[in-house]
């Protein structure tokens, strides 16, 4: 596969199952949240965000949960799919600044 | 749909030589971003552009150039490729309002021999 996908920590999945990926995130005036799917060989595909006045959102098959305690983020997908396997990164941004960092990704592998 | 493209997908260079990699966006997008990825480093910014002619350094921007000569195209230079810049680049762009949301291309995995 490519070699993004090297180093990264993975999860395994049952299709059918639901499955969680988390980040922690670093900065606490981070407002922005965004979660980014990467297939192989592919540049990463914006799936969902969050902004810090809320908790929680949902799309469609995916909800991300956002904990401004911990500094935490969520990514769950329902019902996990062949096609969701890829590797998953959240980034964080500050509102007015137009960088954003990104974590360093956990790669998916859905189990058929 | 937000479309943007890069001009490669692979390339192959020689140390030294000078290499130009393209990206395009269009959807009138006014930033615009190149990042490279290693395998356990993640996404690395090396340059980006708020409007056309403008650039701002980011956290890698050694040995690389941009170049923003309309508002569509954004170019990254490598004047004289060496071995260390084998990487996958990635092109980014995002709107003025809604500026945190980057929209990334394909890709350009670049080999320096």
């Known amino acids: 596969g490519e070699s993004v996908g090297l180093h990264l920590p993975t999860l395994s999945v049952q299709e059918g199952d639901n499955s969680i990926i988390n980040c922690a995130y670093s900065n606490s005036a981070s407002d922005y949240f965004i979660w980014y799917k990467q297939e192989s060989g592919k540049g990463p595909q914006f799936i969902i965000d969050i902004r810090s006045n809320m908790d929680k959102r949902q799309g469609q098959r995916v909800t991300v949960l956002l904990n401004k305690t911990v500094k935490h983020l969520s990514l769950q997908i329902a019902a996990t799919q062949p096609g969701d396997s890829a590797v998953y990164f959240c980034a964080e941004n500050i509102r007015g600044y137009q960088k954003v960092t990104f974590g360093i990704g956990t790669k998916l592998q859905v189990i058929p | 749909d937000v479309k943007v493209t890069q001009s490669s997908r692979y390339l192959v260079k020689r140390t030294g030589e000078k290499v130009f990699l393209e990206c395009v966006q269009d959807m009138d997008h006014e930033n615009m971003f190149w990042y490279r990825q290693d395998p356990g480093l993640g996404l690395r910014l090396i340059y980006f552009?708020?409007?056309?002619?403008?650039?701002e350094k980011g956290d890698i921007p050694e040995g690389y150039s941009v170049s923003r000569e309309k508002k569509e195209r954004f170019s990254l230079i490598l004047e004289s490729a060496s071995t260390n810049q084998t990487s996958m680049y990635l092109c980014a762009s995002s709107l003025y309002r809604d500026r945190e949301t980057q929209y990334f291309g394909p890709g350009t995995r670049l080999l320096v021999l």
């Open positions: 552009s708020y409007d056309v002619k403008m650039k």
